[in-house]
């Protein structure tokens, strides 16, 4: 199936593996470009000798090509760019709008560069700086995300902006696919989906902990570091809704803590990027520290396995997946069934 975001990035398949930290590592980014896809690392959990290695990594794997996905508001967010530039990397997808620096320097090197982006006055702005497409997420999608559905922003996106649109948030099989590209997108990105694979590396009970998940189960919350916020119900969000500021302020340091000694973050570094999600909006000092430090919270589930102690960001389609393809089973399921849809759409005329 072509469509502009094939003939954009090189893939046989308008599907996008999103960049999900701790999660979208060489092995699942492999699997997903191997299957046809477009496979995003997340580099934000990585320090930059870490992101080479695993940009090595994912070459020795497969020659297909692949994505990295950068914090815009990082204070290395330069070195990253170069390493990407350096080893060859195809596309570079930002969580947050880059400056127009940060993407000049890429779009000189001939990188593909595709926003995420959650409002079409985003999309507008990015397009005009020359991004090459942009993701768009509904309040659908997991991790941080906005209030207006996938079915509500998605068209407002498309008719706004002349560069290829890819659709998030909401999406987990060929009929999706099908309806993102009835309302003129020209593909869908995935997180939950991916991370439910038997190429992801989240430990088995965690995906357990995600299969048996309703839609219900799937909640928004401001209490992890200040911003709206989607992930499953677990015990630390219900303590941290119902903590006090002191309380609070303690388990932010502790755990802060113990990213910094993890990645080797300098105290300063962590404030700053922590600062850096707060520019424009009230937080407290505590949901600075968790901001910075979030990555620490998403590792103690996705790496660690303890469901008790970290954060699980997910999709609302987390409530109606029940099962684990490899990424090439999945893939070649949804596009199978996308063009049974098709067909059976066109039939019906």
Not at 61 to 74: C, I, K, Q, S, Y
Not at 335 to 349: G, H, Q
Request: proline residues 3%.
């Amino acid at each position: 199936m072509e469509t502009p975001l094939t003939r954009l990035v090189g893939v046989r398949h308008p599907i996008v593996q999103t960049g999900m930290g701790w999660v979208a590592g060489p092995r699942l980014v492999s699997a997903t470009a191997n299957a046809g896809a477009l496979g995003i690392l997340a580099s934000a959990t990585m320090t930059v000798d870490r992101l080479r290695a695993a940009i090595r990594e994912v070459k020795s794997r497969t020659d297909a090509p692949f994505g990295v996905n950068l914090r815009a508001d990082a204070s290395d967010a330069g070195d990253r760019v170069s390493v990407m530039i350096d080893e060859g990397v195809r596309v570079a997808s930002f969580a947050l709008a880059p400056s127009r620096e940060l993407m000049a320097g890429l779009k000189e090197a001939d990188v593909v560069v595709i926003p995420s982006i959650g409002a079409r006055r985003h999309a507008e702005k990015v397009a005009a700086w020359g991004a090459d497409a942009v993701i768009v997420q509904g309040g659908e999608g997991g991790g941080h995300t906005g209030e207006v559905a996938t079915t509500v922003l998605l068209p407002q996106v498309v008719d706004a902006v002349e560069i290829p649109v890819v659709a998030a948030g909401g999406f987990f099989d060929g009929r999706g696919l099908a309806a993102a590209l009835a309302y003129g997108a020209a593909g869908i990105a995935m997180g939950t989906r991916f991370l439910l694979t038997s190429d992801s590396t989240v430990p088995q009970a965690v995906k357990a902990r995600y299969l048996a998940a309703t839609v219900r189960d799937v909640t928004v919350t401001t209490a992890v570091d200040g911003l709206p916020h989607r992930m499953l119900r677990t015990e630390l969000v219900d303590a941290l809704e119902h903590s006090g500021r002191v309380r609070a302020l303690l388990r932010a340091v502790r755990r802060a803590a113990g990213y910094r000694k993890l990645s080797g973050t300098s105290w300063r570094r962590m404030l700053q990027d922590g600062r850096a999600l707060r520019h424009g909006k009230d937080l407290t000092f505590s949901q600075v520290l968790l901001a910075a430090n979030t990555p620490m919270l998403l590792k103690a589930s996705m790496v660690d396995g303890r469901t008790d102690l970290g954060v699980m960001a997910s999709g609302q389609v987390a409530g109606v997946i029940d099962d684990l393809p490899s990424c090439a089973e999945l893939v070649e399921r949804i596009m199978k069934e996308a063009e049974e849809t098709c067909r059976r759409l066109t039939a019906s005329r």
